[in-house]
């Protein structure tokens, strides 16, 4: 049975997805983590044409099972950048490699009710890819990540998702020790790189599925 919060949050995604389409995106609304994941397998991949797949950091598209179900997909090459038995350097190459792919998967910080996504990156592969390089990207949301505007996902990303993902990483950074963000210069630094998509460009190159669950920090 679906719950009131369900639906709550079912018509505020349909308001974002629509909003998201007049900013040139592709979206789409659908109930849980498995939902997205069949959505990408039989509906994103084949209408793209993809051979080649690789992805960025992301909690939610871990959760969505798409690595491993796109790891047995035939004829689909997986350039793994989240092999953890790479050694740092390989796996910087590994990150520039996947900019030429077919399609790139990955989550956003952010989005706003207004249709547009906000990212922040350590590196800037995740971000700089949904802007350009890959053929086709796919973005996954949880519900968390809606934000009503530009100031708000900044907020949400610089006070909240920020310092949680350089605790869950064991970064040496000022905001692990006071769970606030310091601008800080430290090495392990994981903000450095912005990047605001207000529209889709070219048209429809960017899909954003929108998932009504909370997933991801």
Known sequence: MTSPKELYYAKRLEEVAEALRKNHFKAQVVPDAAAARAYVLDEVLPASGAKTVAYGGSMTLVGSGLPQALAETPGIEVLDTLDKTLTPEQTYERRRQALLVDLFLTGS????????????????????????????????????????DLTSAISRIKEFAAPVNAMRLAKKTPCTATSHCEDCGSPERICNVWTITEKSFPRGRITVILINQDLGL
Not at 111 to 137: Q, S
């Open 109 to 148: 910080n952010a989005v706003t009710e207004d249709g547009v996504l906000v990212n922040l990156d350590m590196i800037g592969n995740r971000a700089c890819a949904i802007a350009f390089g890959p053929k086709h990207a796919v973005v996954l949301v949880g519900r968390n990540k809606i934000v009503p």
